[in-house]
């Protein structure tokens, strides 16, 4: 356990609201932050330690205000607790999803709705200001982050924004709903009866396309499960123009991801490998703009 592991775990099991905190221990999977499990009166939590990081334009005023949001529809834990720095969330019992279990049609039957749910009854809870999550200003403010930092990936930079611009304009004019913008599959929690979505920090205003962008880039869903995301999630057969614009948004997402990598190559203290982190999703990026430029476009 590393220096910031101890100073997160002793911030976790510190706080004011408990009475007896025990059996704490460090969860694995954040790479933003850091997330304690501890038990206190015989009720089990999770302590979400981590602070603002404009880097990544990660502000917790926000993830706060949409978790509340997707909690108030039955999709996110109940908020015990905030103070800054500090998110305490119920425990849930349940298993963490992986990028297989996400590629099982029977899993995405019930992902689906669920991002509906979130996509169009969410924004009704919403109290506060709350940001917009714009990938392609997300890539354009990494990238100047890369360049002032001197990264090693400088002489990338000019061909991904320029791609970046092409990618925007292939997009087009979006109809905005309340995402989650981050739908890794570490993110989705099964208990048996339902899925839970962790993890709000990069919610926001965003085109739909986004979260089912992402959620086919990082669970690598094969085209036929693609097609089937697209259709049942908007209701209608699959046109070239829908088809063009979400192959656009899906190349964006893994830019994003893969830029997101690059900034934390050089700042984050969090101990994970984000070079091959980069790596690996320079190459889904390189792989999925490939096949995007070898579409035929709308007609």
Known sequence: MNDAEKAALERATSLSIWTAPEQAELLGGGITNF??????QGRRYVVRVGQDILLHQIMRFNEQAVHRAAQAIGIAPAIIHTEPGILVLE??????????????????????????????????HLRGPVLTFWVFHVLRDYAATLREAGSRHLGRLDGLLR???????AVGPVRLVLGHNDLLAANFLDDGQRLWLLDWEYGGFNSPLFDLAGLASNSELNP??????????????????????????KCAS???????????????DIDFDYAAYTDKNLSRFETALSGFQSMRGPK
Request: net charge negative.
């Open 35 to 40: 997330n304690v499990a501890l038990s206190d």
């Open 91 to 124: 425990h849930i019992e349940a298993r963490t999803l992986d990028e297989g279990d996400v590629r099982d049609d029977a899993m995405l039957a019930r992902i689906v709705p669920m991002l509906k749910r979130c996509h169009s009854e969410a924004a009704a």
């Open 163 to 169: 791609v970046a611009g092409e990618l925007e304009d």
């Open 224 to 249: 036929e499960q693609e097609r089937w995301l697209l259709e049942t999630y908007f209701g209608t057969g699959l046109t070239d123009e829908l088809n063009h614009r979400y192959h656009a948004m």
């Open 254 to 268: 893994l830019l994003r991801e893969t830029m997101w990598s690059m900034v934390s190559e050089i700042h984050s």
